[in-house]
C-alpha cells in the first residue's frame, strides 16, 4: 500500500473530486495527506484523509505580503499584476515549505493538481513519482471556443485569461522565471524539460473521452476517466426540501469560483416567471440570499444547495458551464442551459453544445427572453434529454472515479517493478533557498 501527498488549488471545483478522489485510495487501503494551508483542515479532515499545514512563509516578492493580499485591486492592469504576484507568492510558498515537510511525512508519490504549479517541481526534489490530476478541460488542451460562444473580450482581459489558462508543462512569462530561477538554485533543469527528465506517471482527467473533441496523438499516459463524484464526500447542509411544490424544478447555479450576478439570476427569474416552473437559485455561499429579495416568480434562493440532490429532482440546469456542475449534471442525464463567462467555461458550454445536451448562451448579450425561448425549447424538444440521457449512460458505464484509483495503482506498481529492476537514484537534498 502506498502513501500519496495531494498538492490541490483550494478551490471547491478542485477540492472536491480531489477528495473523491483520496477517498476512493483510501478505501482501497491507502493512505492520503492533503498538504496545504492550515485554513482548509476543517475541510479535509471529516473525510477520513490526513492533512499536514503547509506554514506561511514570509515571501520575496515585496509588495505582495499577506496583508497586500487581501487589498485586491478593482481595475484591469492592477488586478493583472495582483494575479501575476500571488500565482507566484503562492507557487514560491510551497517550494520552500513543502519538500521538508513531504520528506518528513514519508508520502511514496504525489497527486498534483494541475493548478498546483509547485507539485512538479517538489516531486523531482524529492525524487517522488507523481501524478498529475485535470479536474476539468486539460490546459494542454487549450480553452478556446467558437465566438458564438466566447464572449468578446478585451486586450487586458485575453492577457488574464491566458494566465490563468497555463499548465506547468505549457507556463510562459513571470511565473516560469521565477519557478525556473528556483530550479537553478536547487540543481534542476529548466521545467519546460521536466517531460523528458522526469515525467509524471500518468496524466489522468476527470473529463470523460464522451465529452472531448475527436483527437490524435496522446500520449500513453494520458488517461481520460470521467467524474470524481462521491456523494459521501460532500458536506451535510439544511434545505427548505417543504418548500418545493411540484411544479417541474428548474435549478440554476453559477458556481463558488465566481459571484454570481444578480443581473443574471434576475434574468433567469424573468424568464421562468409564468412557465409553470418552479426555479431555485443556489448563490454558492458567496452572497446573501436577502439580496435577491422581489425576484420575479418568488424563486426559492439559497446561499448554498445540496447540489447532487437537488439535480436528481431537476429538470433543467443553468449554469455557468462549469466542470463539476456540468459533469454531475449529466451524471443524472439533465439538460442544460450554459451562460459561460471565463477560464474553461466557454470550452466546456461548446462541448455541451457539440453533444446537444445543452443550449448556450453569452452572457454579455443575455436577455429574459432569450433565457424563456431557451428553456421553453428544452421543455418542448425531448432530443436535449435524450443527447443528456446517452451521455449519462457513457459516464456512468466508465466509473471514472474507481478507474482513475485503479490507474494510479497500476502506475505505481510498474514504477516499484522498475525501481527494483534499475540502480535507486539519489533524490536532491532539500535545502532553505533565498
Known amino acids: 500500500m502506498s502513501h500519496f501527498g495531494v498538492l490541490s488549488y483550494k478551490g471547491t471545483g478542485h477540492l472536491n473530486p480531489l477528495i473523491s478522489l483520496s477517498r476512493q485510495l483510501v478505501v482501497r487501503g491507502h493512505r492520503v495527506t492533503f498538504f496545504h494551508d492550515a485554513e482548509l483542515e476543517a475541510r479535509i479532515r471529516p473525510y477520513g484523509l490526513g492533512f499536514s499545514p503547509i506554514a506561511a512563509i514570509s515571501d520575496s516578492i515585496g509588495e505582495n505580503t499577506w496583508a497586500n493580499r487581501r487589498q485586491k485591486p478593482s481595475s484591469a492592469i492592477p488586478i493583472l499584476l495582483y494575479r501575476v504576484r500571488r500565482t507566484i507568492n503562492d507557487m514560491e510558498r510551497f517550494l520552500r ?17 494541475e493548478l498546483s504549479f509547485a507539485g512538479p517541481t517538489i516531486a523531482e526534489i524529492l525524487h517522488l513519482p507523481y501524478f498529475v490530476i485535470s479536474t476539468s478541460v486539460p490546459h494542454d488542451f487549450g480553452w478556446s471556443a467558437p465566438s458564438r460562444i466566447a464572449s468578446r473580450k478585451s486586450i487586458f482581459t485575453r492577457i488574464q485569461n491566458a494566465l490563468l489558462e497555463i499548465s506547468v508543462f505549457r507556463m510562459k512569462g513571470p511565473v516560469r522565471r521565477r519557478l525556473d530561477n528556483f530550479r537553478r538554485q536547487v540543481g534542476l533543469r529548466p521545467i519546460r524539460q521536466i517531460k523528458q527528465t522526469f515525467p509524471e506517471l500518468a496524466h489522468i482527467t476527470q ?88 425576484m420575479p ?138
Open 97 to 113: 515549505g513543502a519538500p521538508q515537510i513531504l520528506a518528513h511525512a514519508g508520502v511514496d508519490a504525489l497527486i498534483v493538481d
Open 207 to 294: 473529463l470523460p473521452q464522451c465529452m472531448d473533441f475527436p483527437r490524435s496523438g496522446l500520449p500513453a499516459t494520458f488517461h481520460y476517466t470521467g467524474p470524481f463524484v462521491d456523494e459521501a464526500a460532500r458536506i451535510s447542509m439544511k434545505f427548505s426540501w417543504d418548500q418545493l411544490d411540484g411544479r417541474p424544478i428548474i435549478y440554476a447555479s453559477f458556481g463558488t469560483t465566481l459571484k454570481g450576478d444578480p443581473v443574471i439570476f434576475r434574468l433567469i427569474a424573468e424568464a421562468c416567471d409564468g412557465l409553470g416552473v418552479q426555479l431555485v437559485i443556489a448563490l454558492g455561499g458567496r452572497r446573501a440570499p436577502e439580496m435577491f429579495h422581489g
Open 297 to 434: 416568480g418568488k424563486p426559492l434562493i439559497v446561499k448554498d444547495a445540496p447540489q447532487l440532490e437537488i439535480l436528481k429532482r431537476a429538470e433543467i440546469v443553468v449554469t455557468h458551464a462549469g466542470a463539476n456542475t456540468v459533469l454531475e449534471t449529466l451524471m443524472q442525464g439533465k439538460p442544460m442551459i450554459a451562460i459561460p463567462k471565463e477560464f474553461d467555461q466557454p470550452a466546456i458550454a461548446a462541448r455541451l453544445e457539440w453533444l446537444g445536451v445543452a443550449i448556450v448562451l453569452q452572457s454579455t448579450k443575455l436577455s429574459a427572453q432569450e433565457i424563456r425561448s431557451a428553456l421553453a425549447t428544452i421543455l418542448s424538444d425531448p432530443s436535449y434529454r435524450s443527447a443528456a440521457r446517452g451521455i449519462q449512460a457513457k459516464i456512468c458505464a466508465a466509473h471514472g472515479l474507481e478507474r482513475a484509483a485503479e490507474l494510479i495503482e497500476q502506475s505505481m506498481e510498474r514504477y516499484r517493478e522498475g525501481f527494483k529492476r534499475s540502480s535507486k537514484a539519489e533524490p536532491i537534498t532539500w535545502r532553505e533557498t533565498t
